[in-house]
């Protein structure tokens, strides 16, 4: 059996991919970036798909280049860093949003739900400390990931008792669609000491908790949105 990782080489998906074959399961690994993701599924000689979640029916390449092989886990790892004050902001920025966040992530899960349901899989979907937190210029990005939520408890109902359904709401981690943002050490610095654990994050930071739920260690939770965000989400 394998477990789906898409946007598998960001760095919440790429750790996450070696977490699991460390620990002696198997991936397919999906992601745009063909050489990126040829290197890294050499590494971990695991089967990979070339595509971009935004390509209408961009599920059926997954499920043609997986074959017969079953499904026992799926971990939705693509996000956006989608920042505009309200004023400038588009109806198109919000539909991009929320085309790749929530219902690109829609279908692969419909797409994967036989498989799951036969072998009592997980979903892991990703949100942002921004749903929970006011942040200014979020609009675009919050209001997303807030859907995912919803998805998230939705789901998670619908689906018991074969499937469970949980998403982790990380802080700002290092990672190349944050680079924009923490390239500027003065900045980075600045981000991490609004945290209560003085840092910010690293992908592997949500790739151990995303590898947790994706596990039989994690088999009673289901509709749970995790924070792994240094405390920011709670504490002052």
């Not at 690994?29 to 935004?54: H, I, K, M, P, Y």
């Not at 588009?90 to 994967?112: G, P, T, Y």
Request: with cysteine.
């Amino acid at each position: 059996m394998k477990k789906l990782i898409l946007g598998a080489t960001g760095s919440i998906g790429s750790s996450l991919a070696k977490k699991i074959v460390a620990d002696g399961g198997k991936v397919h690994l999906v992601g745009r970036d063909e050489t990126s993701l040829s290197s890294l599924a050499t590494e971990l000689n695991s089967s990979f798909t070339v595509c971009d979640v935004l390509e209408e029916n961009y599920s059926d390449k997954i499920f043609n280049d997986l074959g017969d092989s079953p499904v026992n886990g799926l971990a939705y790892c693509v996000g956006s860093i989608d920042l505009k004050p309200i004023k400038i902001t588009k109806k198109s920025d919000f539909m991009q949003s929320f085309n790749l966040n929530l219902i690109s992530a829609v279908e692969i899960i419909r797409r994967s739900s036989d498989s799951l349901k036969q072998n009592k899989g997980s979903v892991v979907l990703f949100s942002t400390v921004a749903v929970r937190r006011g942040f200014t210029n979020h609009s675009i990005i919050a209001s997303a990931k807030g859907a995912v939520e919803g998805l998230t408890v939705s789901l998670a109902a619908e689906l018991a008792p074969n499937i469970r359904v949980n998403c982790i709401a990380p802080s700002i981690s290092k990672s190349k669609i944050a680079n924009f943002i923490l390239k500027n050490e003065k900045m980075a610095d600045s981000i991490a000491k609004m945290h209560p654990l003085k840092r910010v994050g690293e992908g592997s930071d949500s790739a151990s908790v995303a590898n947790f739920l994706l596990s039989d260690n994690s088999s009673w939770i289901t509709g749970q949105i995790l924070g792994v965000d240094g405390g920011r989400s709670s504490l002052t």
